[in-house]
């Protein structure tokens, strides 16, 4: 009834009135959700599939083209409606996406179906058009520290990097998909200032991202702390331009998708058998697998538009090729050895 | 209230607003979800790793090691550590130092002990161990109870009173358990109201908390806002507990949705022990700490010290020879 108490203080009430009304409110512990919380689950939620990127990216082991592009066409056929194809970013900082324009030629694109790929700068970007890509993302951080290690340059310093990009991609009419990374916790600075999430969100918004995917880089958020960043995060982006990449590193990734899910987000990375590793806590894991995500998704009565057991036929593929495990519970449970 | 303006009279009555600002509704229900989010300020963790989670390892475990890993659990601020089953060792080996392993443990101030006692015989075994407080365990599906313990729920459930009643003379707690309540091996979905019937009949028996089990973990947030809507319809939810199995990855989701209903006490085995017996090579019981690191992370206090429980599953890892099941001992151990 606090909201009442706001409409009602607006008008012509003084505050003295308006202290009666607090009675009406709630005094028990209030410890989640924002303005835009509710039971309500979303009827449909978007998975968008970063194993062909995300996931291999992490693996030690390089993958053949053939084999990415097998994975690619496996994961099309499963009837997930967006497939994170390669990277155009140098092949001396990350060897695995070498053949990323083999891979994007090589690839059976399926009609309905979005096939963005990573471009860190204009470069990569004009690389990334001329070798068929028609949607494209860039990465932003929440962390000072995190942006100077990993690419080298200031938050702002990234953020004007990616201008031309976006200059670039709204002439050529490519839609532009904009990453935050470390938004609960940072390697290096540790705990992230949901402010300072939501400032780069905002930017990489107003700058024209048509879609903002909030990394848990580390996995280190909970429900506790993912609420409270996406509370700041969705009074300056709105919740239908957000969506959530957590990482399971700590064990919370669906219960974190979950409250994002309980909050309105209805877009969802997650990678293929968790393809990908966390390179800051070696040996662990990294994404949080597809099938798992979907399982739970499903249980909720939530439509994904994807066949879960070729989704598993897809993640049982990679896990031969790169000879591992899979990571994902699911498919564990569900393969009778 | 001659001079007070229309909106403050309008306030007064909401029914009155909601007609005539019909868009209000969306931001007071907004309110009410907000509060529909409250989350309990403190959980009770039901240490289970000792029993359930032993109980299904393959290897044997020495009685000394039991004993060592209660003895540490002892120290972390748990309250409830299940700590063994009497139950025939015929049908579980690994228990059969029961009576040993109850004698041999130190006991910590505020920390409780209960033991499995599927039978009368089992309690008083139980008992003369020096057993403090009891669990019986039934089952949400009829299948399940005639392959599990040779006999139907009814049965099982005159059984169980048999131990109530004896343990009623002896003021010796009991805790319920039903198992299957998200789905079983063998019949696949449970109803809601099959579970809260069973529930039910546990609690009025003399049962002080039932804990509900998700044996095969294939339950999401939407089976268990069902199956505890049904549940808390004929038991309070106050005397209710969740056990989540992640073999589909979903006990921490199922966990988040127990609370959020009100749910405030929780089991779990300390490293994740305990494989599935139905999924094989899958994963069981959820991990004590994992389901830690998420409540305090949540701000929910547990009284529960999590390195401490970290260095516990290392050591019953190392004795097992196996790795843990649980991602936050794995981040912790490899953490650059």
């Given at each position: ?318 896990c031969r090729t790169l000879n591992r495990k899979t990571s994902s519970k699911v498919a564990q449970a569900t393969c009778k050895l | 209230m001659g001079n007070v303006p229309t909106t403050v009279k309008h306030c007064l009555s909401y029914e009155q ?320």
């Amino acid at each position: 009834m606090a909201a009442v108490m706001r409409l009602v203080n607006r008008s012509t009430l003084s505050s003295v009135m308006g202290q009666h009304y607090a009675a009406f409110s709630s005094s028990a512990k209030l410890t989640a959700a924002g303005v835009n919380a509710g039971h309500t689950l979303p009827d449909k939620v978007k998975i968008v599939e970063v194993g062909p990127r995300d996931g291999l990216q992490n693996e030690k082991t390089i993958v053949p083209t053939e084999a990415k592009i097998n994975l690619i066409d496996m994961l099309s056929e499963s009837g997930l409606p967006v497939i994170e194809a390669t990277s155009f970013v140098s092949p001396k900082w990350v060897p695995q996406m070498a053949d990323q324009v083999e891979v994007m030629k090589g690839i059976s694109r399926k009609p309905g179906v979005s096939y963005p790929v990573l471009t860190p700068n204009l470069k990569g970007f004009q690389a990334a058009v001329k070798a068929g890509a028609a949607e494209v993302a860039i990465f932003g951080a929440a962390s000072e520290l995190f942006s100077k290690k990993n690419i080298n340059c200031s938050v702002d310093e990234s953020l004007q990097r990616f201008d031309e990009v976006m200059k670039a991609a709204k002439e050529a009419g490519v839609p532009v998909r904009g990453y935050v990374s470390c938004v609960v916790g940072c390697p290096y600075e540790g705990k992230v200032a949901p402010e300072k999430v939501a400032h780069v969100a905002k930017r990489l918004y107003s700058m024209g991202c048509y879609e903002i995917s909030l990394g848990d880089t580390i996995g280190v958020g909970t429900p506790g702390s993912i609420t409270a960043m996406l509370e700041a995060v969705s009074k300056e982006v709105p919740v239908s331009a957000l969506a959530v990449h957590c990482h399971d590193t700590y064990g919370q990734a669906l219960a974190n998708i979950l409250v994002a899910l309980q909050m309105g987000i209805s877009v969802i990375d997650s990678s293929v058998a968790g393809l990908g590793g966390c390179p800051y806590a070696q040996g662990a894991s990294g994404n949080v697998a597809t099938e798992d995500v979907v399982y739970m998704l499903h249980g909720l009565g939530i439509q994904t538009g994807v066949d879960l057991s070729k989704l598993m036929d897809a993640g049982a593929f990679i896990c031969r090729t790169l000879n591992r495990k899979t990571s994902s519970k699911v498919a564990q449970a569900t393969c009778k050895l | 209230m001659g001079n007070v303006p229309t909106t403050v009279k309008h306030c007064l009555s909401y029914e009155q607003l909601i007609e005539d600002y019909p868009w209000l509704r969306h931001w007071l229900q907004e309110e009410k979800n907000i509060t529909g989010h409250e989350y309990p300020e403190f959980v009770k963790i039901v240490e289970v790793g000792p029993r359930d989670g032993l109980q299904n390892e393959k290897e044997i475990v020495p009685t000394g090691v039991k004993i060592q890993l209660i003895d540490m659990l002892s120290g972390t601020g748990l309250s409830v550590i299940e700590a063994t089953s009497f139950v025939s060792s015929k049908w579980v080996p690994q228990m059969a130092d029961h009576t040993d392993v109850l004698r041999g443990i130190q006991r910590a101030p505020h920390v409780r002990y209960p033991v499995l006692t599927p039978n009368l015989q089992g309690f008083q075994d139980a008992v003369a161990a020096g057993a403090t407080e009891v669990a019986v365990f039934g089952s949400a599906s009829e299948t399940f109870s005639k392959k599990n313990i040779n006999c139907s729920i009814d049965e099982s459930m005159l059984r169980f009173e048999e131990v109530i009643n004896t343990a009623k003379e002896r003021q010796i707690p009991v805790r319920g358990y039903v198992s299957c309540a998200l789905g079983c091996p063998h019949e696949g979905d449970i109803k809601p109201s099959t579970v809260a019937k069973v529930a039910k009949r546990l609690y009025e028996m003399g049962c002080y908390e039932i804990s509900l089990a998700d044996t095969i973990g294939v339950g999401t947030p939407g089976s268990m806002l069902k199956m505890l809507q049904g549940v808390k319809k004929e038991v309070p939810i106050n005397a209710l507990a969740v056990h989540c199995h992640d073999t589909y990855g979903q006990a921490l989701p199922n966990i988040l949705t127990a609370l959020q209903m009100g749910v405030c006490v929780v089991d779990s085995a300390v490293a994740g022990l305990g494989g599935c017996p139905y999924a094989q090579g899958s994963s069981g019981n959820v991990s004590t700490e994992d389901v830690l690191y998420m409540l305090h992370g949540m701000g929910i206090e547990t009284g529960v010290n999590l390195p401490k429980v970290i260095e516990a599953g290392y050591f019953i890892c190392n004795a097992l020879c196996r790795n843990t099941n649980s991602k936050v001992a794995q981040a912790k151990s490899r953490t650059l």
